[in-house]
């Protein structure tokens, strides 16, 4: 278990999305998750993705070399680090860590990256586009921290996440149990001291381009947004589009935005999917009397690793909305939907109450099919 000790509401208040901290020993008596060699090996999975990032020229150049890996041995003692995405994915050890920052909502969260670094390692100065908290497990590592501003990208190339060396806001060193927190935008880089194991959380929310691309696709697949752009004041000239008529068609999509029947839908599948490949593992088929006679010897139902279950406020539908799918529930069950959506793993009363529900309990059954959720042991 772990505690993280955070006043959450002057965190929200005050420092989320605002400015860069370090907070020391926010995890007391921090142990690691994750063993240096068991990253390792989850690097070595195709469906894992990974990557290495390898320090050159004194530092002034890097080099990144995307996973899987077979062996480590030709990258020596130093000057590289191993990047591992969506750790709570795959290890469901992790998960616990992750547990520790649901007091933020669960439609943000993007992942659990892990990295080992050797001395001299790191990923070179950047900025990211969402909110993230470093903690310091195994080792030592120095973060320097800038300013939000204009930053140019290193060498002049647009497409390089590198930006050019910045003046430190923050410049410390990081602890095992020690955390930072980094909003969108603030550039900032690691450099390792000993080797070292950090975890990366990281909260994202969707971007123009994503919402255009996921709401377009809905259009599509539902086959509606038919209504076209009609005037009767086009007198702007033969080869001249009046502002007017711009504005008009683009109030188009603003009326798209406005219309719940369009948006909720859209938006419950986008929040709902991950970046990162989960470990699905389908079963066979799951019946109510198999569910009941697992329920009666104790057993407890358990989400995979990242796997995400939300409910719209306000929607006009009862539905929730898990791994970018849509799922209908009867309006007497919205509280025990509600449990769904909040809770990680049930039991006893209250696995119970979900396998009675007449919408729900066919949810439950299918889930179990499809691999996003299993029964576990009560001592797993």
Same mark, same amino acid.
């Given at each position: 278990?772990?505690?993280?000790?955070?006043?959450?509401?002057?965190?929200?208040?005050?420092?989320?999305?605002?400015?860069? /901290?370090?907070?020391?020993?926010?995890?007391?008596?921090?142990?690691?998750?994750?063993?240096?060699?068991?990253?390792?090996?989850?690097?070595?999975?195709?469906?894992?993705?990974?990557?290495?990032?390898?320090?050159?020229?004194?530092?002034?150049?890097?080099?990144?070399?995307?996973?899987?890996?077979?062996?480590?041995?030709?990258?020596? *003692?130093?000057?590289?680090?191993?990047?591992?995405?969506?750790?709570?994915?795959?290890?469901?050890?992790?998960?616990?860590?992750?547990?520790?920052?649901?007091?933020?909502?669960?439609?943000?969260?993007?992942?659990?990256?892990?990295?080992?670094?050797?001395?001299?390692?790191?990923?070179?100065?950047?900025?990211?586009?969402?909110?993230?908290?470093?903690?310091?497990? *195994?080792?030592?590592?120095?973060?320097?921290?800038?300013?939000?501003?204009?930053?140019?990208?290193?060498?002049?190339?647009?497409?390089?996440?590198?930006?050019?060396?910045?003046?430190?806001?923050?410049?410390?060193?990081?602890?095992?149990?020690? /955390?930072?927190?980094?909003?969108?935008?603030?550039?900032?880089?690691?450099?390792?001291?000993?080797?070292?194991?950090?975890?990366?959380?990281?909260?994202?929310?969707?971007?123009?381009? *994503?919402?255009?691309?996921?709401?377009?696709?809905?259009?599509?697949?539902?086959?509606?947004?038919?209504?076209?752009?009609?005037?009767?004041?086009?007198?702007?000239?033969?080869?001249?589009?009046?502002?007017?008529?711009?504005?008009? /068609?683009?109030?188009?999509?603003?009326?798209?935005?406005?219309?719940?029947?369009?948006?909720?839908?859209?938006?419950?599948?986008?929040?709902?999917?991950?970046?990162?490949?989960?470990?699905?593992?389908?079963?066979?088929?799951?019946?109510?009397?198999?569910?009941?006679?697992?329920?009666?010897?104790?057993?407890?139902?358990?989400?995979?690793?990242?796997?995400?279950?939300?409910?719209?406020?306000?929607?006009?539908?009862?539905?929730?909305?898990?791994?970018?799918?849509?799922?209908?529930?009867?309006?007497?069950?919205?509280?025990?939907?509600?449990?769904?959506?909040?809770?990680?793993?049930?039991?006893?009363?209250?696995?119970?109450?979900?396998?009675?529900?007449?919408?729900?309990?066919?949810?439950?059954?299918?889930?179990?099919?499809?691999?996003?959720?299993?029964?576990?042991?009560?001592?797993?």
């Amino acid at each position: 278990m772990y505690q993280l000790t955070l006043d959450k509401q002057d965190f929200l208040n005050n420092i989320w999305q605002k400015k860069p /901290m370090i907070f020391r020993q926010a995890f007391k008596n921090f142990a690691d998750p994750i063993a240096a060699d068991e990253l390792a090996g989850l690097a070595c999975e195709e469906e894992v993705a990974s990557r290495i990032v390898v320090t050159q020229n004194d530092g002034k150049d890097w080099q990144v070399v995307n996973g899987p890996f077979e062996d480590y041995d030709q990258y020596g *003692e130093e000057n590289w680090q191993l990047l591992v995405q969506a750790v709570n994915h795959w290890y469901p050890e992790s998960q616990p860590l992750v547990e520790a920052f649901r007091f933020l909502p669960d439609w943000r969260f993007d992942d659990l990256m892990v990295s080992f670094a050797t001395p001299g390692g790191g990923v070179g100065p950047h900025i990211d586009q969402y909110d993230v908290f470093i903690i310091q497990g *195994e080792g030592r590592r120095r973060w320097t921290v800038g300013d939000i501003g204009s930053h140019q990208q290193r060498g002049g190339n647009l497409t390089s996440p590198l930006i050019e060396n910045f003046s430190p806001i923050i410049d410390d060193i990081l602890e095992p149990g020690d /955390m930072l927190y980094i909003p969108p935008g603030f550039p900032h880089q690691g450099f390792t001291l000993t080797l070292a194991l950090s975890y990366s959380i990281g909260f994202r929310a969707p971007s123009q381009q *994503e919402l255009m691309n996921q709401l377009a696709d809905y259009l599509i697949d539902e086959n509606v947004g038919h209504r076209r752009f009609t005037s009767t004041t086009d007198t702007a000239g033969k080869g001249l589009v009046a502002e007017a008529q711009q504005l008009g /068609m683009m109030a188009l999509l603003k009326q798209l935005a406005e219309e719940p029947q369009y948006y909720q839908t859209m938006l419950g599948k986008l929040l709902s999917q991950n970046r990162f490949e989960l470990d699905i593992c389908e079963g066979e088929p799951v019946t109510a009397d198999d569910l009941n006679d697992a329920i009666d010897q104790g057993a407890v139902l358990k989400r995979i690793g990242g796997l995400k279950v939300l409910l719209l406020e306000n929607d006009l539908q009862q539905r929730l909305f898990i791994n970018g799918e849509a799922f209908a529930f009867d309006a007497q069950d919205a509280e025990l939907a509600q449990q769904l959506s909040d809770n990680t793993e049930f039991s006893g009363a209250a696995l119970q109450a979900l396998n009675q529900s007449s919408s729900l309990q066919p949810l439950l059954l299918s889930l179990l099919e499809k691999g996003w959720f299993y029964l576990a042991d009560a001592d797993e």
